[in-house]
């Protein structure tokens, strides 16, 4: 599995886009603004897109998942269901931060313990509330590789002063889901580079507090 973060939204966020080398399936990730950017990449590489992935409903990472959708005909799939209230108030957001956003049901809430699959590659799926209280990882455990949304940054946590947040429910996110991987595991951040879990692990001043 190979995964390529492009920037988006004044929030800099990254809108990954993870694919199957064997097959060029690929899925879309918080595709939050700049859809035509996404699409832009996702041809430049020839992959066939299969769904769009939400790990939780801040705008900045869900705001432009429906148009993206209907625009390719393509199914959301996540966040968990605790954050529907997120995603029912992406039109909100975006007046309060001035990006366009839609409201939407996903087609399939995700649960803790759910797969889901894109070409030859499986992502296993952990509930990890604190940061938003129905945020989801998947983890890659072949290719060990994490697609870990705003729980865990390079030096950094996710924010928990948001509505419905948690320090606690995040640290113990991190804790019960993430440090448990060997070092070698690559976390692909929702915002800022990328890092690993032995580096967190060794470094993070959240972690080691």
């Known amino acids: ?3 390529i973060n492009t920037p988006i939204s004044p929030y800099v966020q990254n809108a990954p886009i993870a694919y199957c080398e064997e097959t060029q399936k ?3 990730i918080d595709p939050g603004d700049e859809i035509d950017k996404l699409i832009q990449v996702q041809k ?26 209907d625009k390719l005909n393509l199914d959301i799939i996540g966040p968990h269901i605790d954050d529907n209230f997120l995603l ?12 366009k956003a839609q409201n939407f049901t996903p087609d ?4 803790h313990g759910d797969t889901i699959t894109f070409g030859k590659q499986i992502l296993d799926i952990k509930h990890c509330p604190g940061h938003a209280p129905g945020h989801v990882i998947g983890i890659n455990h072949k290719a060990k590789k994490i697609i870990a949304g705003d729980v865990l940054f390079n030096g950094s946590i996710g924010r928990t002063d948001l509505p419905q947040g948690n320090y606690q429910d995040l640290i113990d996110s991190i804790h019960n889901h993430l440090l448990v991987l060997d070092d ?20 993070n001043p959240f972690l080691n507090a």
Request: net charge negative; hydrophobic share 35%; glycine share 10%.
């Open 1 to 3: 599995m190979q995964v």
């Open 26 to 28: 690929c899925i879309f």
């Open 44 to 69: 430049n590489l020839n992959l066939t897109p299969e769904y769009i992935f939400i790990t939780h409903g801040h705008i900045d990472h869900a705001g432009a998942a429906k148009e993206l959708a």
């Open 88 to 99: 029912q108030a992406l039109e909100i957001q975006g007046q309060m931060y001035g990006m």
């Open 108 to 111: 399939e809430w995700l649960k």
């Open 184 to 203: 070698s595991y690559i976390v692909h951040c929702g915002h800022g580079p990328d890092t690993s879990i032995g580096h967190e692990r060794e470094t």
